[in-house]
Every structure is written in structure tokens, then in C-alpha cells.
């Protein structure tokens, strides 16, 4: 199963069915701040209600279309990350994370995606990818801009959140300007 080593202190790994109790209380124990931006948090009741998802999960890598992996800080799982899906014609995919309150500013999601970058733009040869955010997402945005993603645009309105809509700004990197930043 995929597997992936970031650096001495951060690991990724694909979720496995004996998963599923540490990622529950990974939402379950940070179920206000994720639901913020989330709107599965809520649906996320119990362990049992991870059990259909995970084989999904597993599938979709299985199918070379995307994965859902786990963030393991120092050992702890502490996030998640994945690939939404991959478009193998325009050779393109979009990067989906997040992180417990507790494990914020230890710039996580920044060196985990830093390196996956170099996993996808050269394992996987892809050209493009791409980070959505809610615009008020502050630390979600910071992601893609400290690593020399272009601002393309925002979506109005682009996701329902509970009871309001929150407006998505979508950055992209293509792989020449990886290369030249890099």
C-alpha cells in the first residue's frame, strides 16, 4: 500500500480498515474546527461510518485515480491528505488536506505537499496540479502561496457550508514552473 516519507518528522500513508478508530478520534476530538470548512464532519458520527469509505479509498488508488492518506507527525496521525482524482489526459489532479488544530503551525501541510509535489510532478509526470480553498481559509491558503501556486480565480459562491456559501479560490502549479522555482 502506498506509503511515502516526507522527512524525519512527517510520514503519509493510505488508510487501512485498522485505521479507522485513529481517524475518528482525529475528527471526532477536532469535529468544531474542521467542520468549519468540512461539510462531511457532521456525517462522521462513529468509527462504523468510516467502514464503507475506507475500501473506497483504497479502490480509487487501487484504480491509479487519486488516494486518501493519512498524516502521521512524530509518529501520531495528525491529518489528512490526498488526491481528489487524475486526469490522466491532461495529465492533472487536485490536492485535498487537512490538520488537527493541535498539530497547526509546525508547517506540515506545507513540507507534506512540497513533497508530494515532487512525487507527482516526477514519479507520476503529471503537469498540473491543482489546491482549492474557502476564501476565508486563511491558513489553507497560505499552503499553495508559500509554495509558488498561481491565483487563478474564485468561484462565487462555490460551496455550501452548512448555512451559508463560502466563496473557493483555486490556485495551480504546472510543472515548468515547479522546475523553475525548485
Known amino acids: 500500500m502506498f506509503s511515502f516519507t516526507v522527512d524525519q518528522e512527517i ?3 493510505l488508510f487501512q480498515q485498522h485505521h479507522k478508530n485513529e ?3 482525529l475528527i471526532d476530538s477536532n469535529r468544531d474546527h474542521l467542520r468549519r470548512w468540512l461539510l462531511w464532519v457532521d456525517k462522521r458520527q462513529s468509527p462504523e461510518d468510516l467502514e464503507p469509505i475506507i475500501p473506497i479509498w483504497i479502490r480509487k488508488y487501487a484504480d491509479n485515480d487519486g488516494f486518501d492518506a493519512g498524516i502521521r507527525y512524530q509518529g501520531r496521525l495528525v491529518g489528512m491528505i490526498g488526491l481528489h482524482y487524475i486526469d490522466w489526459k491532461s495529465r492533472s489532479t487536485s490536492i485535498g488536506y487537512l490538520l488537527s488544530r493541535e498539530a497547526e503551525g509546525n508547517g506540515i501541510i506545507t513540507r507534506a505537499v512540497s513533497s508530494l509535489l515532487h512525487y507527482l510532478f516526477i514519479e507520476m509526470d503529471l503537469n498540473r496540479v ?3 480553498c474557502a476564501i476565508n481559509n486563511k491558513k489553507s491558503m497560505g499552503i499553495p502561496e508559500r509554495l509558488g501556486f498561481t491565483k487563478e480565480g474564485i468561484t462565487r459562491d462555490g460551496q455550501w457550508l452548512y448555512d451559508h456559501y ?3 479560490v483555486t490556485y495551480s502549479l504546472l510543472k515548468r514552473d ?3 522555482s525548485s
Do not use: H, P, R
Open 178 to 180: 515547479w522546475k523553475a
Open 23 to 25: 481517524l475518528y478520534e
Open 11 to 13: 510520514s503519509i500513508e
Open 166 to 168: 463560502e466563496d473557493i
Open 130 to 132: 491543482e489546491i482549492q
